[in-house]
């Protein structure tokens, strides 16, 4: 009995343990799994190989070489991305930044559960398009972003190591070369104990066998000899899955749709090509000189047997047969990792039977069919007052079912619901804990298809950020991320808010699973949908807009909206200004009855005679029971992904410019999603957003100008016809601006009157000098005088997607380049066609209004002017 009861402890100690270190994603449903799906893990349990494939970005990841290894080879294989993705561009909505950060790390937690890799991060920020190695290393923290490196080799200790890039100008992006030379360095650097030591009482130096560079027609200039790498075809078939590797790799790819990266299967060989960069020459296979099987392993050769045992038994109509067979594997692994704890002599034994351990009790959980779910009755959970304690105003019921669906009875033991920040309690109308509480006293058989469910209340927590993303809880620089927890490092995403353990015993074996409280709730189109529980401050403030433009010093209406999260909060809601400004009035009492109500106050802002020129910046402040709260609510919500919440800052920017306009109704037609149609109406115009078929040459004379949003001409297909009748408006005397158009994939070969070509010309530091070309140009003078000054406090980039060849009938306006480069002309390119003017411009004007961006605001002003 004592030897059953510590091995229970113990996996309940690796259960915590492997997801302390990893933390997967959250908010899915209950993982299911088929027949073959089971002897395909089986038979990677007898496998112990892990990889890791290194680049910089979401997307720069070979979903079909990680598909073959984490399905053909069965090693452990994870995918280390520099960044989050978050100065890239949004195909599918207006998130940008650290929004569209939180959507792409989705993403690839999405594809890694089709192709079967994990994911890891490290601190470093997408802070935009960069050039060179040189210039990304003066903004990320090199020092950091290595360490996070060697801290995700120390912890997954790959045996092979596989980078995306070349480490030099070939790779295209400095943030691609960065990846390639950091992981040659951290190659090396991982298995040095003099770097970064403070590691060391968490995890144990390791050197990987090889590094290689996983070559491919990116990099391959036509008729290369190729002979020279190492070769491997990728392109096999997996009857247990009924895919083959470019089949999986597709499904995977096609999660990234902010980039448009939805992909076509590819079938038959597809093969791979490897150069070496450091390490062990490979001749033979990507593993040679690595013992793949339990012998690598002090006494694993008998593991190996029984596991054999279990797969040669296997059988695929009766799973839970395998059962007995998986919890003799299981004994047999528990000494082997309760020996190998506490000593580093044994850092192979340890990581192995860890890892293994977990992979034996989910087999296990598999093969009974056994369905674990904790759901709660709501989708957030309060955030509790540190100067009030208890209160069923701070409750939350935690519903959690257990289902056996085997012929294998199921002894319950308990069930613990536990607050991943806990200081707080639970109660069970009679029983009240302050620790985890046994939601069941007494055991219960569970026999075939029989649950078991059950009610617990839990309070609030006391963390106002918890359910923020980890890496946005603290304030960052342009180039890295924030995070205090050196163990948190690495992850894709922070641990669940709250924990239900049910611990169980079957044929004589205690076993514990645990499973995220999430919320669950059923679509009337897409059915079933999870998403993570989120613990929310009493209140939460949203400021209406982005930037609120001040052309002249009359005031502005500035709405915020108050939510509650939880019932009857009160307080008092203000403004807090720079000088100069002042908010009528001052302050605007408040009072919520119900949970997620909603109310919306108005301040009349204006600036007074000593309000600076420029930008600067508003917050709204809550008070309620002496604690103040500035933070909103902003959920992220799209059907290939889980629900994600943020709490930005409750900030806007204040603009005050000299301003003239000219014209008043303008029309536009959204393309990919951006906010520049708020923008235009700061400035005092009448936007109307136009769908394909409001483009009619009726309906465009009404307006003085017509706006297309970014990438316009990539995602509305309707435009192949649409062409004649916007040009035609041109013709008749009106003005078109066509923001910018990805050079790939637009849906014709023109976009212009006269011809143009697109490209990936950008200029990527965006307070770069600029030159006036022609300086009489009148969008450079009317109905703003345009100077050098409207392009001082620029955000990520000048600008994107410049043209490299135009007709001459375009006029070019400026030049700016970034160092050491040659000159571009092609920012706005300004054409008049019959009495009219076409304007195509490739200036981030999408990241700088929002931003508040006084220049930007003069500039857009001007286009949309020309000719009036």
């Known amino acids: ?112 559960r089709i192709d079967g890799g994990r994911q890891f991060f490290t601190r470093a920020n997408d802070f935009g398009f960069s050039k060179t190695p040189e210039e990304t290393f003066t903004i990320w923290d090199k020092e950091q972003v290595l360490a996070d490196m060697v801290w995700v080799i ?45 590691q060391l009482q968490y995890v144990q130096p390791w050197q990987a066998k090889r590094l290689l560079w ?200 308990s069930i613990d619901v536990e607050p991943n920040d806990y200081q707080g309690q639970f109660d069970n109308n009679k029983y009240v804990a302050h620790q ?145 400004w002042t908010a009528e009035p001052a302050s605007i009492p408040f009072e919520l009855g119900a949970k997620d109500a909603e109310q919306t106050v108005q301040f009349r802002v204006q600036p007074g005679a000593g309000a600076a020129e420029g930008k600067s910046e508003l917050r709204a402040v809550a008070t309620v029971e002496g604690q103040t709260y500035s933070r909103g609510y902003q959920t992220i919500t799209y059907t290939h992904i889980p629900t994600q919440t943020l709490f930005p800052e409750a900030v806007a920017p204040l603009v005050k410019l000299d301003l003239r306009r000219k014209g008043q109704e303008i029309g536009y037609l959204m393309g990919a999603g951006d906010e520049v149609p708020d923008a235009l109406r700061q400035i005092g115009y009448t936007v109307t957003l136009l769908k394909p078929e409001d483009i009619t040459d009726q309906n465009l004379r009404r307006f003085d100008a017509v706006v297309l949003g970014v990438r316009a001409y990539n995602t509305l297909d309707r435009l192949k016809t649409l062409q004649p009748t916007l040009l035609k408006y041109v013709e008749q005397g009106g003005n078109l601006v066509v923001q910018y158009v990805v050079n790939r994939g637009t849906v014709l070969p023109q976009i212009g009157p006269y011809p143009l070509t697109l490209s990936t010309d950008r200029v990527t530091v965006e307070n770069a000098p600029v030159t006036f070309l022609n300086p009489s140009q009148p969008l450079l003078n009317t109905p703003n005088k345009i100077t050098t000054k409207d392009f001082e406090g620029w955000v990520q980039e000048q600008g994107l997607y410049y043209p490299s060849q135009w007709d001459p009938k375009y006029q070019t306006v400026l030049s700016s380049q970034d160092p050491g480069e040659t000159a571009k002309q092609s920012a706005i390119l300004v054409a008049d066609y019959g009495k009219g003017h076409y304007i195509y411009t490739g200036l981030s004007l999408f990241r700088e209004l929002p931003a508040g961006v006084p220049g930007a605001y003069r500039l857009l002003t001007n286009m949309v002017s020309l000719g009036k």
């Open 436 to 580: 985890a509480l046994p939601l069941r006293k007494e055991p219960t058989t569970l026999t075939r298809n029989e649950k078991a469910k059950i009610r617990s209340s839990q309070v609030g927590y006391w963390n106002e950020l918890k359910s923020q993303p980890y890496w946005l809880q603290k304030t960052g620089t342009t180039g890295m991320y924030v995070v205090v927890e050196p163990r948190q490092r690495g992850n894709a995403e922070g641990y669940p808010v709250a924990t239900a353990t049910a611990s169980i015993q079957v044929l004589g074996q205690d076993l514990t699973f645990s499973v995220p409280v999430q919320y669950k709730s059923t679509d009337p189109v897409e059915g079933e949908k999870y998403r993570p529980l989120t613990v929310v401050p009493p209140v939460m403030v949203n400021v209406g807009g982005h930037a609120y433009v001040f052309a002249d010093n009359q005031p502005k209406t500035i709405p915020v909206t108050l939510r509650a999260g939880k019932a009857g909060v009160k307080g008092t809601l203000a403004l807090n200004l720079p000088k100069g």
């Open 1 to 112: 009995m004592r030897l059953r009861s510590f091995y229970a402890a113990l996996s309940a100690f690796l259960l915590l343990t492997s997801q302390f270190l990893i933390s997967e994603a959250t908010a899915q449903a209950p993982k299911t799994w088929s027949s073959g799906e089971i002897l395909l893990g089986l038979k990677k349990l007898n496998v112990l190989g892990s990889a890791l494939y290194v680049a910089a970005h979401p997307d720069d990841e070979n979903t079909r070489l990680i598909a073959y290894l984490a399905n053909g080879r069965l090693v452990e294989t994870g995918y280390l991305s520099c960044t989050r993705g978050d100065g890239g561009q949004n195909l599918i909505g207006p998130e940008l930044r650290e929004g569209l950060g939180v959507i792409r790390t989705q993403e690839l937690l999405a594809a890694r």
């Open 214 to 413: 996983n070559t491919g027609s990116f990099f391959v200039k036509p008729g290369e000899d190729m002979s020279q790498h190492f070769k491997l075809d990728a392109g096999g078939y997996n009857p247990l899955l009924g895919q083959s590797y470019g089949e999986i790799a597709a499904r995977s790819r096609s999660q990234h749709r902010s980039q448009g990266f939805g992909s076509s299967a590819q079938r038959g060989d597809a093969p791979e090509y490897f150069q070496l960069l450091k390490g062990d020459k490979v001749t033979t296979d990507l593993f040679e000189g690595v013992d793949l099987t339990w012998n690598r392993v002090p006494g694993g050769a008998a593991v190996g047997k029984l596991i054999d045992e279990v797969i040669r038994k296997y059988d695929p109509a009766n799973p839970s047969a395998s059962v007995a067979g998986l919890l003799k594997v299981r004994e047999k692994i528990m000494p082997m990792y309760s020996q190998s704890v506490g000593y580093s002599s044994y850092p192979d034994l340890l990581f192995w039977t860890n890892q293994k351990s977990s992979e034996v009790q989910e087999l296990i959980r598999a093969c009974l069919g056994l369905h674990i779910e904790a759901t709660a009755e709501a989708a957030t959970a309060p955030l509790m007052n540190k100067n009030i304690v208890g209160g069923t105003d701070n409750t939350i019921k935690v519903d959690v079912e257990v289902i056996n669906r085997s012929s294998i009875d199921v002894k319950m033991i």
């Open 154 to 198: 120390r912890q997954r200790r790959p045996d092979v190591m596989i980078t995306r890039f070349p480490p030099d100008a070939r790779a295209g992006h400095g943030h691609h070369t960065a990846s390639a030379m950091l992981a040659i360095e951290a190659f090396s650097a991982a298995a040095d104990p003099k770097r970064f030591p403070e």
